[in-house]
């Protein structure tokens, strides 16, 4: 039996690494993403509150950016000039992904920034992302917003066309420095209102309702080397004990003569005892700070700031 273990141990190791070469480069992915459709028309600024009324040029400038870099960038780009007061970021995160997905469609590739003009304090401006936007921008979420928010004003102050022109430029700017940035094999993203998960394999993005092929790597090398590890340990271990010929029972070395057992006790050194708390639920399970959940299933990334 021991013996055995020599083949055994190894070639476990052996069956983990190919597991981790077919969930890389085999395993076949249902890839629900939509990608995009190739109609920039769509691509906008929507000016709902009448910010650019007296300034339709500007407007227009900023409308016609907005379809430009759609075409450049292959996905679906709005901007969304919004008074609507709310009160909770899952609140406006909800609203912002619920809109892209009723204007462009689930799982479409495109990113929707609302700039929040109600007057509230703090503003709460929010990004949301869908398809390949999702690992494009995750991860710079936080630097994008601080360089918009340089263009705009705090909370509770007035903004004028000035400052919504400089910060949708700059927001262009923005998505176009990083979208040529392409993520790593080990990138991923969880959207865990939606349970979807977003990653980049072989040369495609793909938004799915597995774990990526990545999730498993680690736990995978870590058990692959510790199988190498301990294949190593059992062949010294066997081979060193080979070398006796002698018996190695404990029994040999007690002289029966000399040991007799004449009392026995059991004695507690320490005594332990767990508790456990006993969640009980609150009455409230949605994303939302009283807006309610999602109306579509679309997955989305994205953020929320203050300003």
Do not use: W
């Amino acid at each position: 039996m021991k013996k055995k273990l020599l083949f055994i141990i190894p070639g476990l190791s052996l069956l983990l690494a190919a597991l981790v070469i077919f969930n890389l480069f085999i395993r076949n992915d249902d890839n629900i993403g939509k990608g995009f459709d190739g109609n920039s028309e769509k691509s906008c600024v929507l000016d709902t509150i009448g910010m650019f009324s007296d300034e339709s040029d500007s407007l227009d400038n900023l409308d016609r950016l907005a379809k430009e870099y759609s075409d450049k960038l292959d996905m679906n780009i709005c901007i969304y000039l919004n008074e609507t007061r709310f009160y909770s970021d899952s609140e406006v995160q909800i609203f912002c992904d619920d809109t892209y997905d009723e204007i462009y469609g689930e799982d479409t590739d495109g990113i929707f920034y609302l700039i929040d003009l109600s007057g509230s304090s703090p503003a709460r401006d929010c990004i949301s992302t869908s398809g390949k936007a999702v690992l494009l921008y995750q991860k710079k979420i936080d630097t994008i917003f601080k360089s918009l928010n340089a263009h705009l004003p705090s909370g509770g102050s007035t903004a004028y066309p000035d400052d919504i022109d400089d910060a949708v430029r700059e927001f262009y700017k923005q998505i176009v420095k990083y979208a040529g940035k392409k993520p790593g094999l080990l990138s991923s993203y969880h959207d865990k209102s939606s349970g979807k998960y977003f990653y980049y394999k072989g040369g495609e993005y793909v938004v799915s309702t597995h774990k990526p092929p990545s999730s498993n790597i680690l736990v995978l090398a870590v058990s692959a080397v510790i199988g190498v590890i301990a294949a190593i340990i059992s062949y010294f271990s066997i081979k060193s004990k080979y070398k006796f010929k002698s018996s190695a029972n404990a029994v040999v070395y007690v002289s029966h003569g000399e040991s007799r057992l004449t009392e026995s006790s059991d004695t507690f050194i320490r005594s332990y005892v767990t508790k456990r708390k006993i969640e009980t639920s609150s009455g409230g399970g949605s994303r939302s700070g009283g807006g309610g959940g999602h109306t579509h299933s679309g997955g989305h990334g994205g953020g929320v700031s203050h300003r």
